[in-house]
Protein backbone atom coordinates (compact mmCIF):
# COMPACT_ATOMS: atom_id res chain seq x y z
CA UNK A 1 0.00 0.00 0.00
CA UNK A 2 1.25 3.30 -0.89
CA UNK A 3 2.10 5.76 2.03
CA UNK A 4 -1.61 7.88 2.26
CA UNK A 5 0.02 10.80 2.97
CA UNK A 6 1.53 11.44 0.17
CA UNK A 7 -0.03 9.34 -2.66
CA UNK A 8 -4.13 9.17 -2.19
CA UNK A 9 -5.85 6.49 -3.11
CA UNK A 10 -3.25 4.95 -5.59
CA UNK A 11 -4.01 1.11 -4.04
CA UNK A 12 -7.48 1.84 -5.13
CA UNK A 13 -7.16 3.68 -8.68
CA UNK A 14 -4.55 1.91 -9.97
CA UNK A 15 -3.94 -1.94 -8.43
CA UNK A 16 -2.19 -3.39 -10.98
CA UNK A 17 0.32 -1.58 -10.47
CA UNK A 18 1.63 -3.16 -7.01
CA UNK A 19 1.13 -6.94 -5.84
CA UNK A 20 -0.86 -7.73 -3.40
CA UNK A 21 1.64 -8.84 -1.50
CA UNK A 22 4.11 -5.89 -1.96
CA UNK A 23 0.94 -3.90 -0.57
CA UNK A 24 -0.02 -6.11 2.17
CA UNK A 25 3.99 -6.61 3.75
CA UNK A 26 4.04 -2.59 3.66
CA UNK A 27 0.28 -2.24 5.44
CA UNK A 28 1.59 -4.82 8.15
CA UNK A 29 5.05 -3.29 8.51
CA UNK A 30 3.40 -0.12 9.40
CA UNK A 31 0.81 -1.22 11.79
CA UNK A 32 3.02 -4.00 13.29
CA UNK A 33 6.03 -1.09 13.94
CA UNK A 34 3.08 0.76 15.69
CA UNK A 35 1.79 -2.15 17.58
CA UNK A 36 5.05 -2.71 19.36
CA UNK A 37 4.77 0.46 20.49
CA UNK A 38 1.63 0.53 21.71
CA UNK A 39 1.48 -3.26 22.93
CA UNK A 40 4.38 -2.59 25.07
CA UNK A 41 2.51 0.73 26.64
CA UNK A 42 -0.78 -1.60 27.04
CA UNK A 43 1.38 -4.26 28.33
CA UNK A 44 2.39 -2.21 31.32
CA UNK A 45 -1.04 -1.05 32.83
CA UNK A 46 -1.97 -4.63 34.37
CA UNK A 47 1.19 -4.85 35.68
CA UNK A 48 1.15 -1.24 37.48
CA UNK A 49 -2.31 -2.16 38.74
CA UNK A 50 -1.75 -5.84 39.86
CA UNK A 51 0.98 -4.19 41.97
CA UNK A 52 -1.36 -1.02 43.03
CA UNK A 53 -4.56 -2.82 43.76
CA UNK A 54 -3.36 -6.28 44.87
CA UNK A 55 -5.25 -9.37 43.84
CA UNK A 56 -9.00 -8.66 45.23
CA UNK A 57 -9.36 -5.81 43.80
CA UNK A 58 -7.40 -6.41 40.65
CA UNK A 59 -9.94 -9.34 40.19
CA UNK A 60 -12.76 -6.92 40.43
CA UNK A 61 -11.08 -4.76 37.94
CA UNK A 62 -11.11 -7.45 35.23
CA UNK A 63 -14.28 -8.31 35.95
CA UNK A 64 -15.31 -4.75 35.26
CA UNK A 65 -13.31 -4.63 32.17
CA UNK A 66 -14.74 -7.67 30.61
CA UNK A 67 -17.97 -6.91 31.04
CA UNK A 68 -17.21 -3.54 29.73
CA UNK A 69 -15.30 -5.08 26.68
CA UNK A 70 -18.28 -7.82 25.82
CA UNK A 71 -20.77 -4.70 26.14
CA UNK A 72 -18.32 -2.83 23.70
CA UNK A 73 -18.54 -5.78 21.40
CA UNK A 74 -22.67 -5.37 21.33
CA UNK A 75 -22.60 -1.93 20.79
CA UNK A 76 -20.58 -1.88 17.38
CA UNK A 77 -23.96 -4.13 15.72
CA UNK A 78 -21.51 -5.66 13.67
CA UNK A 79 -20.16 -2.30 11.58
CA UNK A 80 -16.74 -2.10 12.37
CA UNK A 81 -16.22 -5.48 10.41
CA UNK A 82 -18.68 -4.32 7.80
CA UNK A 83 -16.39 -1.09 7.57
CA UNK A 84 -12.95 -3.18 7.04
CA UNK A 85 -14.64 -5.53 4.14
CA UNK A 86 -16.60 -3.26 2.13
CA UNK A 87 -15.15 0.11 1.86
CA UNK A 88 -11.71 -1.50 0.20
CA UNK A 89 -13.96 -3.37 -1.87
CA UNK A 90 -16.15 -0.89 -3.01
CA UNK A 91 -13.08 1.63 -3.21
CA UNK A 92 -12.07 -0.66 -6.15
CA UNK A 93 -15.55 -1.28 -7.71
CA UNK A 94 -18.17 1.55 -7.07
CA UNK A 95 -16.63 4.71 -5.30
CA UNK A 96 -20.31 5.87 -4.97
CA UNK A 97 -20.93 3.08 -3.12
CA UNK A 98 -17.90 2.85 -0.61
CA UNK A 99 -19.06 6.83 0.58
CA UNK A 100 -22.85 5.43 1.46
CA UNK A 101 -21.26 2.25 3.57
CA UNK A 102 -19.33 4.52 5.07
CA UNK A 103 -22.07 6.45 6.13
CA UNK A 104 -24.31 4.28 7.33
CA UNK A 105 -21.81 2.37 8.97
CA UNK A 106 -20.69 5.05 11.38
CA UNK A 107 -23.87 6.64 12.30
CA UNK A 108 -25.51 3.26 13.23
CA UNK A 109 -22.69 2.40 15.29
CA UNK A 110 -22.81 5.58 17.23
CA UNK A 111 -25.81 5.45 17.91
CA UNK A 112 -26.06 2.10 18.79
CA UNK A 113 -23.10 3.06 21.21
CA UNK A 114 -24.38 5.92 23.30
CA UNK A 115 -27.81 3.60 23.95
CA UNK A 116 -26.11 0.51 24.84
CA UNK A 117 -24.29 3.21 27.15
CA UNK A 118 -26.88 4.72 28.68
CA UNK A 119 -28.27 1.21 29.39
CA UNK A 120 -25.82 0.22 31.03
CA UNK A 121 -25.29 3.31 33.30
CA UNK A 122 -28.76 2.92 34.59
CA UNK A 123 -28.79 -0.61 35.06
CA UNK A 124 -25.11 -1.37 37.11
CA UNK A 125 -26.97 -1.37 40.73
CA UNK A 126 -28.98 -4.35 39.28
CA UNK A 127 -26.06 -6.25 37.78
CA UNK A 128 -23.84 -6.11 40.91
CA UNK A 129 -26.89 -7.07 42.98
CA UNK A 130 -28.13 -9.82 40.98
CA UNK A 131 -25.20 -11.41 39.53
CA UNK A 132 -22.14 -10.70 41.65
CA UNK A 133 -24.07 -10.32 45.02
CA UNK A 134 -21.88 -6.81 45.70
CA UNK A 135 -23.86 -3.83 45.77
CA UNK A 136 -20.46 -1.95 45.98
CA UNK A 137 -19.65 -2.42 42.90
CA UNK A 138 -22.43 -1.05 40.67
CA UNK A 139 -20.18 2.51 41.37
CA UNK A 140 -17.51 0.56 39.15
CA UNK A 141 -19.76 -0.50 36.55
CA UNK A 142 -21.11 3.26 36.38
CA UNK A 143 -17.94 4.60 35.48
CA UNK A 144 -17.61 1.24 33.04
CA UNK A 145 -20.74 2.48 30.86
CA UNK A 146 -18.23 5.86 30.06
CA UNK A 147 -15.70 3.27 28.65
CA UNK A 148 -17.92 1.57 26.86
CA UNK A 149 -18.78 4.17 24.76
CA UNK A 150 -15.74 6.09 24.08
CA UNK A 151 -14.60 2.30 23.23
CA UNK A 152 -16.85 1.75 20.93
CA UNK A 153 -16.63 4.86 18.89
CA UNK A 154 -12.86 4.68 18.92
CA UNK A 155 -13.19 0.77 17.25
CA UNK A 156 -15.63 2.27 14.25
CA UNK A 157 -12.83 4.87 13.66
CA UNK A 158 -9.89 2.27 13.57
CA UNK A 159 -12.20 0.12 11.11
CA UNK A 160 -12.41 3.13 9.27
CA UNK A 161 -8.75 3.61 8.60
CA UNK A 162 -8.35 -0.15 7.99
CA UNK A 163 -10.80 -0.02 5.33
CA UNK A 164 -9.14 2.73 3.81
CA UNK A 165 -6.00 1.25 4.29
CA UNK A 166 -4.38 4.00 6.17
CA UNK A 167 -2.52 1.77 8.65
CA UNK A 168 0.29 4.55 9.14
CA UNK A 169 -2.57 6.74 10.40
CA UNK A 170 -4.22 3.54 12.28
CA UNK A 171 -0.86 3.05 14.18
CA UNK A 172 -0.40 6.37 15.16
CA UNK A 173 -4.11 6.59 16.82
CA UNK A 174 -3.04 3.14 18.74
CA UNK A 175 0.40 4.89 20.27
CA UNK A 176 -1.35 8.13 20.95
CA UNK A 177 -4.56 6.12 23.19
CA UNK A 178 -1.93 3.67 24.77
CA UNK A 179 0.42 6.14 25.76
CA UNK A 180 -2.60 8.52 27.16
CA UNK A 181 -4.24 6.16 28.64
CA UNK A 182 -0.88 4.66 30.37
CA UNK A 183 -0.43 8.28 31.77
CA UNK A 184 -3.64 8.35 32.95
CA UNK A 185 -4.31 5.25 34.17
CA UNK A 186 -1.11 5.27 36.68
CA UNK A 187 -2.08 8.43 38.18
CA UNK A 188 -5.68 7.25 38.68
CA UNK A 189 -4.11 3.78 40.51
CA UNK A 190 -1.75 5.85 42.34
CA UNK A 191 -4.45 8.17 43.76
CA UNK A 192 -7.93 7.14 44.20
CA UNK A 193 -7.39 2.98 43.67
CA UNK A 194 -9.83 1.12 41.63
CA UNK A 195 -11.79 4.16 40.91
CA UNK A 196 -9.18 6.20 39.77
CA UNK A 197 -7.87 3.40 37.58
CA UNK A 198 -11.33 3.03 35.50
CA UNK A 199 -11.17 6.87 35.27
CA UNK A 200 -8.06 6.55 33.54
CA UNK A 201 -9.66 4.18 30.93
CA UNK A 202 -11.88 6.61 30.04
CA UNK A 203 -9.89 9.27 29.55
CA UNK A 204 -7.19 7.28 27.54
CA UNK A 205 -10.50 5.98 25.46
CA UNK A 206 -11.29 9.67 24.71
CA UNK A 207 -8.27 10.95 23.99
CA UNK A 208 -7.93 7.94 21.60
CA UNK A 209 -11.08 8.42 19.65
CA UNK A 210 -9.87 12.21 19.18
CA UNK A 211 -7.34 11.00 17.50
CA UNK A 212 -9.13 8.68 15.16
CA UNK A 213 -11.78 11.20 14.21
CA UNK A 214 -8.92 13.73 13.00
CA UNK A 215 -7.49 10.60 11.32
CA UNK A 216 -10.92 9.67 9.78
CA UNK A 217 -11.57 13.10 8.22
CA UNK A 218 -7.82 13.05 6.69
CA UNK A 219 -8.59 9.92 4.76
CA UNK A 220 -11.87 10.69 3.53
CA UNK A 221 -10.47 13.82 2.34
CA UNK A 222 -7.50 12.13 0.57
CA UNK A 223 -9.34 9.35 -0.76
CA UNK A 224 -11.78 11.87 -2.75
CA UNK A 225 -14.84 10.31 -1.38
CA UNK A 226 -17.85 12.61 -1.73
CA UNK A 227 -19.39 11.89 1.81
CA UNK A 228 -23.29 13.36 2.75
CA UNK A 229 -23.92 12.69 5.83
CA UNK A 230 -28.07 12.99 5.88
CA UNK A 231 -28.19 10.53 2.89
CA UNK A 232 -29.92 7.27 3.44
CA UNK A 233 -30.17 3.95 1.15
CA UNK A 234 -32.02 1.21 2.23
CA UNK A 235 -30.51 -1.46 -0.06
CA UNK A 236 -26.94 -0.16 0.76
CA UNK A 237 -28.10 -0.69 4.48
CA UNK A 238 -29.75 -4.94 4.15
CA UNK A 239 -26.10 -5.40 2.29
CA UNK A 240 -24.65 -3.82 5.42
CA UNK A 241 -26.92 -6.06 7.92
CA UNK A 242 -26.88 -9.44 5.61
CA UNK A 243 -23.22 -9.34 6.75
CA UNK A 244 -23.34 -7.42 9.70
CA UNK A 245 -25.62 -9.08 11.60
CA UNK A 246 -24.09 -12.83 11.76
CA UNK A 247 -20.91 -10.89 12.45
CA UNK A 248 -22.30 -9.35 15.48
CA UNK A 249 -23.94 -12.37 16.97
CA UNK A 250 -20.86 -13.86 16.35
CA UNK A 251 -19.29 -11.01 18.13
CA UNK A 252 -22.25 -11.55 21.02
CA UNK A 253 -21.26 -15.01 21.35
CA UNK A 254 -17.82 -15.09 22.18
CA UNK A 255 -17.25 -12.25 24.40
CA UNK A 256 -20.05 -13.06 26.62
CA UNK A 257 -18.66 -16.78 26.58
CA UNK A 258 -15.58 -14.99 28.20
CA UNK A 259 -17.41 -12.94 30.63
CA UNK A 260 -19.61 -15.96 31.66
CA UNK A 261 -16.09 -18.43 32.14
CA UNK A 262 -14.72 -15.43 34.36
CA UNK A 263 -17.89 -14.77 36.48
CA UNK A 264 -18.63 -18.19 36.96
CA UNK A 265 -14.91 -18.36 38.19
CA UNK A 266 -15.19 -15.53 40.87
CA UNK A 267 -18.73 -16.71 41.65
CA UNK A 268 -16.79 -20.54 42.35
CA UNK A 269 -13.61 -19.66 42.85
CA UNK A 270 -13.41 -15.97 44.52
CA UNK A 271 -11.92 -12.78 42.90
CA UNK A 272 -8.56 -13.73 43.91
CA UNK A 273 -8.56 -16.99 41.21
CA UNK A 274 -9.52 -14.68 38.68
CA UNK A 275 -6.91 -12.04 39.20
CA UNK A 276 -4.38 -15.33 39.10
CA UNK A 277 -5.98 -16.32 35.85
CA UNK A 278 -5.90 -12.57 34.36
CA UNK A 279 -1.91 -12.63 35.11
CA UNK A 280 -1.44 -16.13 33.45
CA UNK A 281 -4.03 -14.07 30.80
CA UNK A 282 -0.61 -11.50 29.45
CA UNK A 283 0.58 -14.54 28.17
CA UNK A 284 -1.87 -14.78 25.89
CA UNK A 285 -1.72 -11.28 24.96
CA UNK A 286 1.98 -11.52 24.57
CA UNK A 287 1.62 -15.06 21.82
CA UNK A 288 -1.23 -13.34 19.88
CA UNK A 289 0.55 -10.06 19.54
CA UNK A 290 3.11 -10.23 16.92
CA UNK A 291 0.44 -12.40 14.14
CA UNK A 292 -2.36 -10.29 15.26
CA UNK A 293 -0.60 -7.02 14.34
CA UNK A 294 0.96 -9.11 11.31
CA UNK A 295 -2.85 -9.72 10.41
CA UNK A 296 -4.54 -6.50 10.76
CA UNK A 297 -4.77 -5.66 7.13
CA UNK A 298 -5.77 -9.77 6.37
CA UNK A 299 -9.53 -8.58 5.82
CA UNK A 300 -9.09 -5.66 3.86
CA UNK A 301 -6.66 -6.28 1.82
CA UNK A 302 -8.27 -10.53 1.21
CA UNK A 303 -11.85 -8.69 0.63
CA UNK A 304 -10.50 -6.87 -2.24
CA UNK A 305 -8.50 -9.84 -3.16
CA UNK A 306 -11.48 -12.33 -3.48
CA UNK A 307 -13.01 -9.41 -5.76
CA UNK A 308 -10.65 -8.95 -8.58
CA UNK A 309 -8.85 -12.64 -8.65
CA UNK A 310 -9.48 -16.36 -9.57
CA UNK A 311 -10.14 -19.10 -6.72
CA UNK A 312 -6.59 -20.79 -7.20
CA UNK A 313 -4.61 -17.63 -6.72
CA UNK A 314 -7.37 -16.65 -2.90
CA UNK A 315 -6.49 -20.08 -2.18
CA UNK A 316 -2.63 -20.16 -1.91
CA UNK A 317 -2.97 -16.87 -0.42
CA UNK A 318 -4.89 -18.16 2.56
CA UNK A 319 -2.38 -21.19 2.79
CA UNK A 320 0.20 -18.86 3.07
CA UNK A 321 -1.07 -16.98 5.52
CA UNK A 322 -1.74 -19.55 7.90
CA UNK A 323 1.22 -21.18 7.51
CA UNK A 324 3.47 -17.63 8.02
CA UNK A 325 1.13 -17.02 11.15
CA UNK A 326 1.50 -20.30 12.63
CA UNK A 327 5.09 -20.25 11.93
CA UNK A 328 5.32 -16.90 13.82
CA UNK A 329 3.40 -17.81 16.95
CA UNK A 330 4.73 -21.15 17.28
CA UNK A 331 8.55 -20.07 18.84
CA UNK A 332 6.61 -17.40 21.02
CA UNK A 333 4.95 -19.64 22.50
CA UNK A 334 7.05 -22.05 23.35
CA UNK A 335 9.08 -19.35 24.77
CA UNK A 336 6.21 -18.00 26.90
CA UNK A 337 5.82 -21.68 28.52
CA UNK A 338 9.21 -22.06 29.50
CA UNK A 339 10.14 -18.13 30.67
CA UNK A 340 6.25 -18.00 32.57
CA UNK A 341 7.68 -18.51 36.36
CA UNK A 342 10.71 -15.96 36.23
CA UNK A 343 8.56 -13.33 34.53
CA UNK A 344 5.63 -14.17 36.75
CA UNK A 345 8.01 -13.74 39.87
CA UNK A 346 9.89 -10.62 38.40
CA UNK A 347 7.14 -8.21 37.24
CA UNK A 348 3.91 -9.42 39.46
CA UNK A 349 5.48 -10.50 42.56
CA UNK A 350 4.92 -13.76 44.60
CA UNK A 351 1.95 -13.16 45.42
CA UNK A 352 1.03 -14.39 41.98
CA UNK A 353 3.45 -17.10 41.46
CA UNK A 354 1.05 -19.96 41.31
CA UNK A 355 -0.28 -18.15 38.08
CA UNK A 356 2.46 -19.83 36.15
CA UNK A 357 1.16 -23.06 36.73
CA UNK A 358 -1.82 -21.82 34.28
CA UNK A 359 0.40 -20.12 31.34
CA UNK A 360 1.29 -23.56 28.97
CA UNK A 361 -2.09 -23.96 28.39
CA UNK A 362 -2.95 -20.44 28.10
CA UNK A 363 -0.09 -20.31 25.60
CA UNK A 364 -1.12 -23.03 23.67
CA UNK A 365 -4.88 -22.41 23.47
CA UNK A 366 -3.29 -18.99 22.41
CA UNK A 367 -1.64 -20.52 19.36
CA UNK A 368 -4.94 -22.51 18.33
CA UNK A 369 -6.93 -19.13 18.07
CA UNK A 370 -4.00 -17.61 15.65
CA UNK A 371 -4.75 -20.81 13.33
CA UNK A 372 -8.91 -20.72 13.39
CA UNK A 373 -7.79 -16.68 13.05
CA UNK A 374 -6.13 -17.19 9.86
CA UNK A 375 -8.46 -18.94 8.25
CA UNK A 376 -11.22 -17.12 9.26
CA UNK A 377 -10.33 -14.00 8.19
CA UNK A 378 -10.79 -15.86 4.72
CA UNK A 379 -14.03 -16.92 5.85
CA UNK A 380 -15.04 -12.97 6.79
CA UNK A 381 -13.59 -11.77 3.09
CA UNK A 382 -15.77 -14.06 1.42
CA UNK A 383 -18.96 -12.91 3.45
CA UNK A 384 -19.81 -16.78 4.84
CA UNK A 385 -20.96 -14.50 8.38
CA UNK A 386 -23.65 -17.26 8.88
CA UNK A 387 -21.36 -19.96 8.76
CA UNK A 388 -19.18 -18.10 10.81
CA UNK A 389 -21.97 -17.17 13.57
CA UNK A 390 -22.90 -21.31 13.68
CA UNK A 391 -18.94 -22.08 14.29
CA UNK A 392 -18.58 -19.68 17.18
CA UNK A 393 -21.69 -21.20 18.67
CA UNK A 394 -19.90 -24.39 18.82
CA UNK A 395 -17.01 -23.06 20.60
CA UNK A 396 -19.09 -21.50 22.84
CA UNK A 397 -20.66 -24.45 23.97
CA UNK A 398 -17.92 -26.56 24.25
CA UNK A 399 -16.47 -23.67 26.24
CA UNK A 400 -19.05 -22.98 28.51
CA UNK A 401 -19.70 -27.01 28.87
CA UNK A 402 -16.51 -27.26 30.16
CA UNK A 403 -16.30 -24.20 32.41
CA UNK A 404 -19.00 -25.66 34.61
CA UNK A 405 -17.46 -28.97 34.42
CA UNK A 406 -13.83 -28.04 35.26
CA UNK A 407 -13.84 -24.83 37.36
CA UNK A 408 -15.77 -25.31 40.59
CA UNK A 409 -12.99 -28.09 41.34
CA UNK A 410 -9.59 -26.59 39.80
CA UNK A 411 -10.64 -22.57 40.13
CA UNK A 412 -8.34 -20.95 37.66
CA UNK A 413 -6.22 -24.06 36.23
CA UNK A 414 -9.99 -25.33 35.40
CA UNK A 415 -10.73 -22.63 33.24
CA UNK A 416 -7.32 -22.45 31.52
CA UNK A 417 -7.90 -26.15 30.50
CA UNK A 418 -11.14 -25.45 29.07
CA UNK A 419 -9.61 -22.90 27.27
CA UNK A 420 -6.76 -25.02 25.69
CA UNK A 421 -9.49 -27.78 24.82
CA UNK A 422 -12.43 -25.59 23.53
CA UNK A 423 -9.79 -23.64 20.87
CA UNK A 424 -8.09 -26.79 20.01
CA UNK A 425 -11.36 -28.04 19.06
CA UNK A 426 -12.82 -24.97 17.44
CA UNK A 427 -9.26 -25.12 15.50
CA UNK A 428 -9.79 -28.50 13.81
CA UNK A 429 -13.39 -27.44 12.65
CA UNK A 430 -12.88 -24.40 11.17
CA UNK A 431 -10.23 -26.16 9.29
CA UNK A 432 -12.02 -29.01 7.74
CA UNK A 433 -14.89 -26.04 7.39
CA UNK A 434 -12.35 -24.08 5.21
CA UNK A 435 -11.24 -27.59 3.67
CA UNK A 436 -14.41 -29.58 2.74
CA UNK A 437 -16.83 -26.14 2.25
CA UNK A 438 -14.91 -23.65 0.74
CA UNK A 439 -12.74 -25.51 -1.18
CA UNK A 440 -9.35 -23.68 0.34
CA UNK A 441 -6.18 -26.27 -0.01
CA UNK A 442 -3.21 -26.04 2.73
CA UNK A 443 0.35 -26.90 1.54
CA UNK A 444 2.66 -27.82 3.54
CA UNK A 445 1.22 -27.99 6.98
CA UNK A 446 2.25 -31.69 8.16
CA UNK A 447 5.74 -30.65 9.01
CA UNK A 448 4.59 -27.65 11.30
CA UNK A 449 1.52 -30.06 12.77
CA UNK A 450 4.54 -32.41 13.82
CA UNK A 451 6.88 -29.45 15.45
CA UNK A 452 3.60 -28.16 17.53
CA UNK A 453 2.95 -31.41 19.01
CA UNK A 454 6.88 -31.71 20.25
CA UNK A 455 7.16 -28.14 21.60
CA UNK A 456 3.89 -28.74 23.71
CA UNK A 457 5.61 -32.04 25.26
CA UNK A 458 8.93 -30.78 25.70
CA UNK A 459 7.61 -27.62 27.40
CA UNK A 460 5.45 -29.52 29.24
CA UNK A 461 8.08 -31.80 30.36
CA UNK A 462 10.69 -28.96 30.96
CA UNK A 463 7.74 -26.68 32.58
CA UNK A 464 6.58 -29.40 35.58
CA UNK A 465 10.81 -30.72 35.92
CA UNK A 466 13.27 -27.82 35.89
CA UNK A 467 13.66 -24.55 38.21
CA UNK A 468 13.70 -21.41 36.85
CA UNK A 469 17.38 -21.86 35.57
CA UNK A 470 17.12 -24.77 34.08
CA UNK A 471 14.02 -23.35 31.80
CA UNK A 472 15.71 -20.23 30.92
CA UNK A 473 18.41 -22.21 30.02
CA UNK A 474 16.27 -24.69 27.48
CA UNK A 475 14.51 -21.49 26.47
CA UNK A 476 17.75 -20.30 25.15
CA UNK A 477 19.26 -23.29 23.45
CA UNK A 478 15.90 -24.83 21.97
CA UNK A 479 14.02 -22.07 20.83
CA UNK A 480 16.60 -21.15 18.10
CA UNK A 481 16.81 -24.67 17.03
CA UNK A 482 12.93 -24.40 16.70
CA UNK A 483 12.83 -20.86 14.71
CA UNK A 484 15.42 -22.71 12.15
CA UNK A 485 13.34 -25.93 11.94
CA UNK A 486 10.68 -23.85 10.96
CA UNK A 487 13.16 -21.50 8.23
CA UNK A 488 14.60 -24.77 6.45
CA UNK A 489 11.49 -27.52 6.65
CA UNK A 490 8.25 -25.50 6.94
CA UNK A 491 8.36 -22.62 4.78
CA UNK A 492 8.80 -23.07 1.29
CA UNK A 493 11.43 -20.54 -1.17
CA UNK A 494 8.42 -18.38 -1.79
CA UNK A 495 7.95 -17.91 1.89
CA UNK A 496 11.45 -17.22 2.87
CA UNK A 497 11.65 -14.43 0.23
CA UNK A 498 8.44 -12.89 1.57
CA UNK A 499 10.14 -13.11 4.82
CA UNK A 500 13.07 -11.45 3.86
CA UNK A 501 10.92 -8.55 1.92
CA UNK A 502 8.88 -8.05 5.14
CA UNK A 503 11.89 -7.59 7.55
CA UNK A 504 13.26 -5.05 4.99
CA UNK A 505 10.33 -3.58 4.57
CA UNK A 506 9.58 -3.10 9.00
CA UNK A 507 12.73 -0.77 8.93
CA UNK A 508 11.78 0.88 6.23
CA UNK A 509 8.28 1.95 7.38
CA UNK A 510 9.84 2.70 10.96
CA UNK A 511 11.65 4.92 9.33
CA UNK A 512 8.79 6.94 6.74
CA UNK A 513 6.38 6.63 9.54
CA UNK A 514 8.69 8.09 12.02
CA UNK A 515 9.84 10.43 9.28
CA UNK A 516 6.50 11.59 8.41
CA UNK A 517 4.51 11.91 11.79
CA UNK A 518 7.03 13.22 14.09
CA UNK A 519 9.57 15.13 11.62
CA UNK A 520 12.30 12.95 11.95
CA UNK A 521 14.93 13.47 9.21
CA UNK A 522 12.71 15.25 7.23
CA UNK A 523 15.28 16.69 4.94
CA UNK A 524 17.38 12.78 4.84
CA UNK A 525 16.64 10.99 1.83
CA UNK A 526 15.76 6.30 1.93
Keep these: MNNI ?3 PIASWTEPQQRSFSERYTEAASYSFVAAIISRLLTFLQPVILARYLGKEFFGIFSI ?23 LPEYLVKDRKRAAMVLVHCVLVASTLALLVGVMFLFSAPLMARSIYHRPDLASYFRLAAAIVVALSLFSVGTSMLMGFQSFDEYGRALIGQAALQLAAVWVGV ?61 GLVVAPAFWAANTALAVKSGFAEVGLFNVAFVFWQLVLFVPQNLSVPALPFMSEMQATVNWERFSRA ?57 IGYAVASLGKMWEALALNSMWAVTMLGLVLWWVGGRGSKGLAAAYFVSYLLFALVVWQYSERWLGVRYARTAGITLLTMGALVLAYGVSHSLATVGSCLVAALLAPFLIMSEWKWILDENDRNLVRQAVARLGLAGKRWGRNKFGWNRCGSD
Design 5 to 7: STT
Design 64 to 86: VMALAMMLTGFAAFGQTSALAKF
Design 190 to 250: AFWGLTGALIGITIGAAAGLGLVMQAGKDAIRKSGLSVRWKEWSWPVMREILNFSVPAHLS
Design 318 to 374: VSRNLRAMWAVALPICFICSLLARPVVHFLYGPQYAAAADLVLLITFAALWVVISSA
